[in-house]
Nanobody, 118 residues
Framework: QVQLMESGGGLVQPGGSLRLSCRVP????????MSWYRQDPQKEREWVAT????????TYADSVKGRFTISRDGTKNTLWLQMDSLRPEDTAVYYC???????????WGQGTQVTVSL
């Protein structure tokens, strides 16, 4: 079982920034493809960004490209999501997700709430 723990959510004004973090198991980055997803209660869960090795290579949803940055720190076993120029439509619960490269099994964190509002 892979345990993921997100933190860093909160309330921020439009145009502001937040950085989300996700604690991952030791050596997770070598075995798992790591992603962030988000879900508004009235919408389906939406993919936000993915980071993979080698590179690392990063990919983003069009809705966040140029504003969000996914990164990792292997020494701290942490996945990050830096969110800048936040908009009200970015309001959602953000989830950390790991996909096993070999089995394709997926693991999810419990989520952290991000609210963008005046």
């Amino acid at each position: 079982q892979v345990q993921l723990m997100e933190s860093g959510g909160g309330l921020v004004q439009p145009g502001g920034s937040l950085r989300l973090s996700c604690r991952v198991p030791l050596s997770a980055f070598s075995r798992y493809r790591m992603s962030w997803y988000r879900q508004d209660p009235q919408k389906e869960r939406e993919w936000v960004a993915t980071i993979t090795l080698p590179g690392p290579a990063t990919t983003y949803a069009d809705s966040v490209k140029g504003r969000f940055t996914i990164s990792r720190d292997g020494t701290k076993n942490t996945l990050w999501l830096q969110m800048d120029s936040l908009r009200p439509e970015d309001t959602a619960v953000y989830y950390c997700q790991a996909t096993d490269r070999f089995t394709q099994r997926q693991y999810w964190g419990q989520g952290t709430q991000v609210t963008v509002s005046l």
